[in-house]
């Protein structure tokens, strides 16, 4: 774990209070979390739901924002996420397996993931003024590392440059791995951690 946390840029910090929550669909979320519905995204929704964070999910898929839903009251939400001062991009296993760092036709599909992934960071930083990234992606196996922290960064990186492009400079743009088995690691508090210090860590 820490080589992935020092990858990551997430320092040890102490706790913050927990945000309180709210029912109302008006009032933002504290986090944002981007992703396909899937076990990664579910584990990371329901640690920061479980620390007293009010989350928004934006699911999305390869043709770009499939739903969204604030998932702590279960009220739908309509039109882009609004004030969110932590956004989490889930980038979970690709479509389908690489064998090789010469298999264009996954990379094309990864690509289309990860672009998908960039676009809804986009939207939401379109509409917050003080957004911190971070990407938590899926490493289930040692094999996976290398590729699955080159697709990571990727998103971290361009979503970075293309808030910056668009006028909405993200305060910070960090990445993860880890996998939603993981029961040892330190990730999932790493990451209620990151999203209770605010935009500015």
């Known amino acids: ?21 709210t029912s109302h669909p008006t009032v933002a979320a504290d986090v944002v979390v981007i992703g396909r519905p899937g076990a990664l995204t579910e584990r990371v929704r329901r640690v920061l739901h479980e620390r007293g964070l009010a989350v928004e999910v934006v699911g999305v898929r390869s043709a770009g924002v499939q739903s969204r839903d604030r998932a702590s009251d279960g009220v739908p939400v309509s039109g882009r996420p609004a004030g969110a001062r932590s956004c989490i991009a889930v980038l979970d296993r690709p479509p389908r397996p690489r064998r090789g760092w010469w298999d264009w036709r996954s990379r094309r599909l990864e690509r289309q ?3 998908s992934l960039i676009d809804a960071v986009s939207d939401v930083a379109s509409n917050a003024r003080n957004l911190g990234l971070l990407v938590v992606a899926e490493a289930s196996t040692p094999g996976e590392t290398d590729i699955v922290r080159e697709r990571a960064r990727h998103v971290a990186r361009v ?9 909405n400079p993200l305060t910070s743009a960090f990445y993860l791995l880890t996998s939603a088995a993981d ?17 500015d860590s």
């Open 1 to 21: 774990m820490r080589d992935i946390a020092a990858a990551a840029g997430i320092p040890a910090t102490r706790f913050r209070p927990p945000a309180r929550r």
């Open 113 to 115: 993931q990860e672009d």
């Open 159 to 167: 979503a970075d440059y293309e808030a910056a492009i668009n006028g």
């Open 183 to 199: 029961c040892s690691s330190g990730a999932f508090p790493a990451v209620v951690d990151w999203a209770l210090r605010g935009p």
